[in-house]
C-alpha cells in the first residue's frame, strides 16, 4: 500500500479536475465553508458538516480525484483555493495532516487500516482537520472494514474520513459503514467534457481527444491515457479483433491467450520500472555495498525486507494486470454494445466509431437476442474475475460464450 503518493500540480481551483459534476462540486463547496466555521470555532447548521464521507460512482467518475479536493479544500482557509501550500501539499500527498490509502493489491489488511486510523485519531498539526482517504475502500478486508467502522462511530472532533467505492451496494461498502457515511454520487462525464479537458489542460489535439474521449466511454484517466499510450491503443485493437476472429474451438482458446498477454503486457507498462527502482532504493537504504561491522549486520536483516516488498509488488501485479483486463473488457462489450446499438436504428453516438464497418457487419449478421447473449457473456467475465476466478479461465469461458452465441 501506498500512502500520500500522489502527485498534483498547481490549479486555479482544487475543484477543477472535477469533470461533469456541477452538483457535487456544489455540495462538496457548501460543506468546505462549513468546515473552514467549524475550524474558527464557529457554530454551523447541524448537518452542514460531517466526519465521513462517502464518494460513489461508475469507473472513471472521478472518486478519488473529488475526495482529494474535498480533502484540499478542508486544509484551505479559502475553501480550496488551489493556490495555497495547504492545497499544494494535499493534492501532492505531503500534508502532514492527510494520510492518502492507495491499495498497491487486491485488499486493505486489518493490520494497515488499524495503524492508519490510530494515526488519524491525532491533533491536526496544522489546526484544521485530520484526513483519512481511502481510495478503493470497497477493497477492505471484513476485518479491515469493522476497524474502519469502529473509528467512524466513535470519531475523534477532528478527524475526517473520506471513503471511494463503486456504489452503495454491500458487495461494495458495508451497510453499517455506509450508514455513518453522507454519500456524494458522481456520475460519468459526457464525451464532450472528457474531449474538452483533454485538449484545454493536456494539449491533445481536439480530433485525437475527441476519439479518445468516446471510446474510453467517459473515464477520463483511460480518454488520457488512449491519447497518450501507444500500448493502451495496442490492446485497444486487439480486443476490437477478437469478434471477427472467433471461427472455433480453437481460435477462441488463441484470442483469450492474445488478450490475457495484452493485459499482461500493459500491466507491465505500468508497474515494471517502479517495481524495479523500489527494491534498488530498499537496497540503497538497507546498506548494500557497505563495508564493515555495521554493513554486515544490515545486510542480515535485508532478506526478510525484500521478501516483504516482493510480496507487495506481486500484489500489485496482479491488481494492474486485472485493472488491464477489465479496461479490455469494457471496451469488448462496448463494441457489442455498437452492434446492438446499429441493428435496432438508435439514434446514439457509437462507443467506437472508428470500428464501426465491423459493427455494422456484425449487426447485419446477428439478431439482438444473439447480441444481447454476447454482452452477458462479457459482464459474465467480468463478474468471474472480480470474485477471483482464475482470468484465463474465465476469459477462455467468455470467448467459447461469444463463440456460440
Keep these: 500500500m501506498s500512502i500520500g503518493v500522489h502527485s498534483g500540480h498547481a490549479v486555479r481551483d482544487v475543484f477543477a ?6 452538483d457535487a462540486v ?6 468546505a465553508r462549513a468546515a473552514d466555521q467549524v475550524a474558527r470555532g464557529e457554530d454551523v447548521p447541524v448537518g452542514a458538516m460531517t466526519h465521513a464521507w462517502l464518494f460513489t460512482g461508475p469507473p472513471g467518475s472521478g472518486r478519488s480525484v473529488a475526495a482529494r479536493a474535498f480533502a484540499a479544500a478542508l486544509q484551505c482557509a479559502q475553501d480550496g483555493c488551489g493556490e495555497c501550500p495547504a492545497c499544494h501539499t494535499t493534492l501532492a500527498g505531503t500534508h502532514a495532516d492527510v494520510r ?5 493489491g487486491l485488499t486493505i489488511s486489518v493490520a494497515e487500516m488499524r495503524s492508519l486510523v490510530l494515526r488519524a485519531a491525532g491533533t491536526p498539526t496544522q489546526g484544521r482537520w485530520q484526513v483519512l482517504l481511502v ?26 474520513f473520506l471513503l471511494c467505492t463503486p456504489s452503495t451496494h454491500p458487495d461494495d461498502i458495508s451497510v453499517t459503514i455506509r450508514s455513518r457515511c453522507r454519500t456524494v454520487t458522481l456520475r460519468q462525464p459526457p464525451a464532450e467534457a472528457v474531449a474538452r479537458v483533454l485538449t484545454e489542460r493536456d494539449g491533445i489535439q481536439p480530433d485525437v481527444a475527441g476519439w479518445a ?4 466511454q467517459g473515464h477520463v484517466g ?14 485497444r485493437e486487439a480486443v476490437l479483433a477478437v469478434p471477427r476472429k472467433l471461427t472455433g474451438v480453437g481460435a477462441c482458446f488463441d484470442a483469450a491467450q492474445a488478450l490475457i498477454e495484452a493485459a499482461e503486457a500493459e500491466a507491465v ?3 515494471g520500472d517502479l517495481a524495479e527502482r523500489e527494491r534498488e532504493e530498499l537496497k540503497t537504504a538497507l546498506g548494500a555495498g557497505g563495508t564493515g561491522r555495521g554493513a554486515a549486520n544490515a545486510a542480515r536483516g535485508t532478506a526478510g525486507q525484500l521478501k516483504e516488498l516482493e510480496r507487495r509488488q506481486k500484489s500489485r501485479a496482479t491488481r494492474a494486470q486485472r485493472d488491464a483486463l477489465d479496461r479490455a473488457l469494457v471496451d469488448l462489450a462496448g463494441f457489442y454494445r455498437d452492434v446492438l446499438m446499429l441493428r435496432l436504428g438508435a439514434p446514439v453516438p457509437l462507443v ?9 457487419a456484425a449487426a447485419r449478421k446477428w439478431t439482438p437476442e444473439e447480441t444481447l447473449r454476447r454482452i452477458d457473456a462479457v459482464l459474465a467475465c467480468r463478474e468471474a474475475i472480480e470474485v477471483n476466478v482464475k482470468p484465463r479461465i474465465a476469459v477462455e469461458s467468455m470467448m467459447l460464450a461469444l463463440w456460440h452465441s
Design 17 to 22: 479536475d472535477l469533470v461533469g459534476q456541477d
Design 26 to 31: 456544489a455540495t462538496l463547496r457548501r460543506a
Design 100 to 104: 492518502f490509502v492507495v491499495p498497491d
Design 135 to 160: 481510495e478503493d475502500a470497497d477493497r477492505l478486508t471484513e476485518a479491515a472494514g469493522n476497524a474502519l467502522l469502529k473509528a467512524v462511530e466513535e470519531p475523534p472532533p477532528r478527524t475526517v
Design 213 to 216: 474521449a468516446s471510446a474510453a
Design 222 to 235: 483511460r480518454a488520457r491515457r488512449l491519447a497518450r499510450d501507444p500500448q493502451a491503443r495496442t490492446t
Design 269 to 271: 507498462a505500468v508497474t
Design 352 to 360: 467506437h466509431e472508428d470500428a464501426a464497418e465491423t459493427s455494422r
